[in-house]
C-alpha cells in the first residue's frame, strides 16, 4: 500500500496531504451510513502519524456535514509528528472543535462518548502495545462506546503473527482503505474488530495488480474467467467419471453429502465406493450415482475407468481402508483427500510422501495439525503450509471461514465467500464433491479447488440471506445456481 501510495502521488500527481484528504472523505462517506445520528458524541482520538492526521481530517470533515458533537483528542506519547498530521492540525483549528492534547492516559479516564473513532496507530506498527498506549487502548476498550477505527484497529499488526494475548483496540467496525489487510483473514483477528469495510481512496487499480505478492484475494470475475461454460453435442462423458471412496457402515450421510455435490457440480458420472450395507441408502436417495461396492476383492484395474478420485469422506480408520488408499495413491494420478482419508495420512506419513503431485488436501485446522504439526497461530499454519505445498507439489486447502487456497508455487490464494450460517456438519464433504466434480470436467487442481472453494461458500451466502443456518445438504442443490450465476 506505501508503493501504490507513492505512485500516486508521483504520476497522478497528488500531493501526500489530498491523498489524506481523499481517505478521509472515502472514510466519512461511509461513516454517514453508519452513523445517522448527528447528534450523537463523537469523540476521536488521534495519534501523531499519519493514521492521526487522517482522524484530524475526518473531525473536520464531519463537522462539515453537521456532526454537532465532536471532541478531538492528539494523543501526543511522543514528540514526532508526520508533515500530513501537522497540516490537518492546522485545518482543524480554524475550526469550533474542542482539541485537547493528551500527554498520559489517565487524562481520558473519564472519556464519555456514544462513539469513539480510533485514529491512534496505523498499519505500521509490528509489536503489542506497552506504557501509555496499553493504558489508553484498555480505557477506550472499557468504555461502553461504539468504537469504529480508521484503516486498522491501534494495535494491530496487519501481517505476522497476532499475539496471543492481543492487548489493542476492539472495534465495532474498521473502516479500512483500498484493501482488507492480509490479516483480516485470520480467525484471531476477531479479538480485534467484529466487522470491516473496504473504501475506495482512489490509488492505481493497474499498479496495485501490477505489484508482485504471494497473496491474492479471490473476486466473482476470477470465477467467472474460469467457469467453462456447457458446449453445445457434449454429454456425459464429455464432463468425466468421478470416483469418491467414502461412507461406512454409521456414516452413509457423508458418502451421500459428497456424491450429491459431486453430482451437482457437474461431474458426467459420479460413481462411489462403499461399503455393500450403504447400497440401499445411496440408491433411494441419489439413482443417479453409480455405486462401486468396498471389498477385497478389488483390484488396481477396477479403477482404470475413472479420471479422478477423492477419499476420505466417512471412510472409517479400518487397516482395509489404509490398504486401499496406498492401492489408489499406486495408480500415480492426483486425488483429493479429505476427512478420514487425512486422519489416515497423519498415521502414515509414509503414504503422505507418496501423495502423486498435483493432488489435494482439504484440511480443516486441527487435520492440519496432525499432519504437519501443532502450530501457535494461523500465521505459522499459512507459512507451513506453502511450505508443505511447494516441497510436495500439493494444493494445500486449509479450511476456516476464510479458506486459504495454497499453491506449489508458493501462491496464497484466499476465499471471501462463506459465512457463520454454513458452520455445520457435512460441509466439509460437499466442498471435496465439489473440487472432485471440477477435476472430472478437465479443471486442472489449482483451478478445481479454486472455484469450488468459491462457489461453495458463495452458495452458503445465498441460502444465508434467508436463513439462519444453512445445512450441508442445502448447499449441495444450491450449487448448480450459484455456478449459473457466476456467469452473468
Known amino acids: 500500500m506505501q508503493e501504490a501510495d507513492n505512485y500516486v502521488i508521483i504520476n497522478q500527481p497528488i500531493s501526500s496531504i489530498n491523498l489524506m484528504e481523499n481517505a478521509s472523505k472515502a472514510f466519512c462517506k461511509l461513516f454517514k451510513k453508519e452513523v445517522l445520528d448527528k447528534e450523537a ?5 488521534c495519534g501523531q502519524g499519519n493514521n492521526g492526521g487522517d482522524g484530524l481530517a475526518i473531525a473536520r470533515l464531519l463537522h462539515n456535514d453537521k456532526y454537532k458533537n465532536i471532541s478531538v483528542y492528539v494523543i501526543k506519547f511522543a514528540d514526532s509528528q508526520s508533515e500530513g498530521n501537522k497540516q490537518n492540525v492546522k485545518r482543524l483549528l480554524k475550526l469550533k472543535v474542542p482539541v485537547t492534547i ?3 492516559a489517565v487524562k481520558l479516564k473519564e472519556l464519555k462518548a456514544d462513539i469513539i473513532i480510533d485514529a491512534m496507530l496505523g498499519s505500521g506498527l509490528n509489536k503489542p502495545l506497552k506504557d501509555d498506549y496499553a493504558d489508553l487502548v484498555a480505557l477506550v476498550n472499557a468504555s461502553k462506546a461504539r468504537i469504529i477505527s480508521v484503516d486498522v484497529p491501534t494495535g494491530f499488526a496487519t501481517e505476522g503473527e497476532i499475539p496471543e494475548n492481543y492487548n489493542g483496540i476492539k472495534a465495532d467496525l474498521v473502516i479500512s482503505f483500498q484493501r482488507p489487510k492480509i490479516n483480516f483473514f485470520f480467525p484471531e483477528s476477531v479479538e480485534a474488530f467484529y466487522r470491516y469495510k473496504i473504501v475506495d481512496i482512489g ?3 493497474n499498479f496495485i495488480q501490477g505489484l508482485t505478492s504471494n497473496w491474492k484475494l479471490l473476486k466473482n470475475a476470477d470465477i467467472k474467467a474460469l467457469i467453462k461454460p456447457r458446449a453445445n453435442f457434449s454429454h456425459k462423458g464429455t464432463y468425466g467419471h468421478a470416483l ?3 461412507g461406512n457402515t454409521t456414516t452413509m450421510g457423508a458418502a451421500i453429502l459428497v456424491a450429491s455435490a ?11 465406493c462403499l461399503p455393500q450395507s450403504g447400497l440401499i441408502a445411496l440408491n433411494t436417495t441419489l439413482p443417479e450415482v453409480m455405486a462401486l461396492p468396498r471389498n477385497e476383492h478389488l483390484a488396481i484395474e477396477d479403477f482404470d475407468k475413472f479420471n479422478v478420485i477423492a477419499i476420505g469422506p466417512g471412510l472409517g480408520l479400518e487397516p482395509e481402508n489404509e490398504e486401499l488408499f496406498e492401492k489408489i495413491i499406486n495408480l500415480n494420478k492426483p486425488i483429493i483427500v479429505d476427512a478420514d482419508g487425512l486422519t489416515i495420512l497423519s498415521k502414515r506419513k509414509d503414504l503422505l510422501d507418496k ?3 498435483e493432488s489435494i488436501l482439504t484440511p480443516h485446522v486441527k487435520e492440519f495439525d496432525r499432519l504437519f504439526g501443532e502450530h501457535k497461530n494461523w500465521w505459522g499454519r499459512i507459512k507451513t503450509a ?4 511447494k516441497e510436495r507439489d500439493l494444493i494445500i486447502v486449509l479450511k476456516n471461514q476464510y479458506t486459504f487456497i495454497c499453491l506449489p508455487t508458493g501462491e496464497v490464494r484466499i476465499n471471501p465467500t462463506g459465512n457463520p450460517a454454513i458452520a455445520s456438519g457435512g460441509m466439509g464433504d460437499v466442498l471435496t464433491g465439489i473440487i ?3 477435476m472430472a470436467q478437465g479443471y486442472s487442481s489449482e483451478d478445481a479447488a479454486t472455484l469450488a472453494v468459491y462457489i461453495h461458500g458463495k452458495a452458503g451466502d445465498k441460502l444465508a440471506e434467508n436463513k439462519f443456518v444453512v445445512s450441508a445438504h442445502q448447499v449441495a442443490l444450491q450449487i448448480p445456481k450459484t455456478m449459473k450465476d457466476s456467469l452473468s
Request: proline share 3%.
Open 41 to 45: 458524541q463523537l469523540s476521536i482520538l
Open 102 to 104: 493528551v500527554q498520559n
Open 203 to 205: 490509488l492505481d487499480e
Open 244 to 246: 469418491l471412496v467414502a
Open 262 to 272: 459431486c453430482l451437482n457440480a457437474g461431474a458426467g458420472l459420479t460413481t462411489v
Open 355 to 357: 501423495l502423486p503431485a
Open 386 to 389: 506453502q511450505k508443505e505445498a
Open 436 to 438: 472432485t466434480a471440477f
